[in-house]
T-cell receptor
Framework: LAKTTQPISMDSYEGQEVNITCSHN???????ITWYQQFPSQGPRFIIQGYKTKVTNEVASLFIPADRKSSTLSLPRVSLSDTAVYYC????????????FGTGTRLQVTL | KAGVTQTPRYLIKTRGQQVTLSCSPISGHRSVSWYQQTPGQGLQFLFEYFSETQRNKGNFPGRFSGRQFSNSRSEMNVSTLELGDSALYLC????????????FGEGSRLTVL
């Protein structure tokens, strides 16, 4: 069962790049890494998913080193609306019983 | 395209009662999963249903149960409510099961007094 660890909180100024790292030391071969964003009183929203190396979409990039024991979500040029909790999720393709959400990182963006 | 709809949004119950929560997935999605979110434990997986069958289950007691109907709508039930069951219950639907992108509803906030 892959346990994940993230920083509890991070602060950033608007316009900066933010990197949030998730540790998942005992990730299994068929585990994927997924990141979600959650605003207060809303359900989480999918950001990005990857297995190895680098994945990029229109809102973020996900960096996964060769050993896959950690991953980094990169948010370019954050704005105030990016203030939210970000969750790292290790998804096992074998069984959802191994779904593991991280503790979540509360990102606060200010002017 | 309508999103995931959860009802009711808020409810208050007393210890010992039972509660049923409903989730209507995005049209065409056959996988529905449920999660409990509390300040202390974070987001925890309850169970997943796919085509009316429970496919996976998290580590919750038997008081927590669910089902899925032929139209993919799902319900979860919690019996003999305890104070610790107070939480935000989130439902998510997916076209690919738990490994794909999950689309979450806004949740049902349960308060147990």
């Amino acid at each position: 069962l892959a346990k994940t660890t993230q920083p509890i909180s991070m602060d950033s100024y608007e316009g900066q790049e933010v990197n949030i790292t998730c540790s998942h030391n005992n990730i299994a071969t068929n585990d994927y890494i997924t990141w979600y964003q959650q605003f207060p009183s809303q359900g989480p929203r999918f950001i990005i998913q990857g297995y190895k190396t680098k994945v990029t979409n229109e809102v973020a990039s996900l960096f996964i080193p060769a050993d896959r024991k950690s991953s980094t979500l990169s948010l370019p040029r954050v704005s105030l609306s990016d203030t939210a909790v970000y969750y790292c999720l290790v998804v096992n393709t074998g069984t959802a019983s191994k779904l593991t959400f991280g503790t979540g990182t509360r990102l606060q963006v200010t002017l | 395209k309508a999103g995931v709809t959860q009802t009711p949004r808020y409810l208050i119950k007393t210890r010992g009662q039972q509660v049923t929560l409903s989730c209507s997935p995005i049209s065409g999605h056959r996988s529905v999963s449920w999660y409990q979110q509390t300040p202390g434990q974070g987001l925890q997986f309850l169970f997943e249903y796919f085509s009316e069958t429970q496919r996976n289950k998290g580590n919750f007691p038997g008081r927590f149960s669910g089902r899925q109907f032929s139209n993919s709508r799902s319900e979860m039930n919690v019996s003999t409510l305890e104070l610790g069951d107070s939480a935000l219950y989130l439902c998510a639907s997916s076209s690919q099961g738990h490994t794909g992108e999950l689309f979450f509803g806004e949740g049902s906030r349960l308060t147990v007094l």
